[in-house]
């Protein structure tokens, strides 16, 4: 049985930090994406890595603020998110494919067949 478990979400004020996780188990991914979503919008592709190539893409509202990563040993990605804005306050959920994703469409929804179940993430000003 395939999963993907988020956890790391909360509440924070604006400039601070949050650390997400990601936890894949039954399925070895060849690519693992962060989308968030907020209520009355579209999801939107955040961030992605290619598993062992640590080749990663990220959104320009993220880049330079997100950084993904990932422990293969562990099957786990991480979504480090530092300087949040709130903006960023979004369901943030993870979804993984069976192999590298195009560059141009790793932060689409396309291509990855499992998705977790969310985690929260409020930025108060």
């Known amino acids: 049985q395939v999963q993907l478990v988020e956890s790391g979400g909360g509440s924070v004020q604006a400039g601070g930090s949050l650390r997400l996780s990601c936890a894949a188990s039954g399925y070895t991914y060849s690519t693992l994406a962060w989308f968030r979503q907020a209520p009355g919008k579209e999801r939107e592709g955040v961030a992605a890595?290619?598993?062992?190539?640590?080749?990663?893409f990220y959104a320009d509202s993220v880049k330079g603020r997100f950084t993904i990563s990932e422990d293969n040993a562990k099957n786990t990605a991480y979504l480090q998110m530092d300087r949040l804005k709130p903006e960023d306050t979004s369901m943030y959920y993870c979804?993984?494919?069976?192999?590298?994703?195009?560059?141009?469409?790793?932060?689409?929804?396309?291509?990855?067949?499992?998705w977790g179940q969310g985690t929260q993430v409020a930025v108060s000003s």
């Open positions: 890595i290619y598993r062992e190539l640590g080749h990663t």
């Open positions: 979804a993984a494919g069976p192999f590298r994703v195009p560059p141009s469409e790793a932060l689409g929804t396309r291509w990855y067949d499992f």
